[in-house]
């Protein structure tokens, strides 16, 4: 896979290949995170979730890198299927300000034949 | 167990209209958000329900869009009148809310909303 900062909003990975998806949050505040996959015509999907009492956290083919020091989230999709294609958005909980979560302006995710 | 449900799904509607947009959100979740999806940004927050009681309104723009949500559990969001720029799609989430590890929003999928 290949790893993307969040000025380039496109990752195209061939099926099989593992991807990883970057996200940089604003708030050193911030202290609880989640992925969402947002295919065309729907609403965000849950992925995955992290605290920030955590570094690591691991799902079914997908893993969450929380750095708090440099304040970045990253997504890890293992055996990238044509279904992982969508948009990812992480979002950030601002508890300062009541349970609202900030979302970031999403990767999309082209999975190649 | 029924998601998120919202009607309508696609509206197109001439600028200076009214449109309203209805939520139906998973049973027994208290919490309940809207929020504006522009096209190719992640969704921007509108408003915050608790039960019937809006407890954070700052992103909504008062001067023409309302919202309510009577005996905490559908949730209407209106537009009067609309504008070019409100074309989007609008979003209705809920989640139990009884905690941070319950803060999971279920999305709905949305209502596409054009204004010519």
């Known amino acids: 896979g290949e790893s993307v900062g969040l000025h380039l909003p496109t990752l195209s990975v061939q099926e099989g290949d593992n991807s990883i998806i970057n996200c940089a949050y604003s708030n050193s505040a911030s202290d609880y995170f989640i992925w969402y996959k947002q295919e065309s015509g729907k609403g965000p999907q849950f992925i995955i979730d992290i605290r920030s009492n955590m570094d690591k956290r691991q799902g079914q083919r997908v893993t969450v890198l929380l750095n708090k020091t440099v304040k970045h989230l990253s997504l890890q999709i293992a055996a990238t299927q044509p279904g992982d294609s969508a948009v990812y958005f992480c979002a950030e909980l601002l508890s300062g300000y009541g349970q609202n979560f900030v979302f970031g302006p999403g990767t999309r995710l082209s999975v190649l034949p | 167990e029924a998601g998120v449900v919202q009607s309508p799904r696609y509206k197109i509607i001439e600028k200076k209209q009214p449109v309203a947009f209805w939520c139906n959100p998973i049973?027994?979740?208290?919490?309940l958000y809207w929020y504006r999806q522009n096209l190719g940004q992640g969704p921007e927050l509108l408003i915050r329900y608790e039960n019937e009681e809006a407890v954070d309104d700052s992103q909504l723009p008062k001067d023409r869009f309302s919202a309510e949500r009577l005996k905490g559990v559908d949730s209407t969001l209106k537009i009067q009148p609309a504008e070019l720029g409100d074309s989007a799609v609008y979003l209705c989430?809920?989640?139990?809310?009884?905690?941070?590890?319950?803060?999971?929003?279920?999305f709905g999928p949305g209502t596409r909303l054009t204004v010519l």
């Open positions: 989430a809920s989640s139990s809310g009884q905690g941070l590890g319950d803060n999971e929003q279920f």
């Open positions: 049973s027994g979740h208290n919490t």
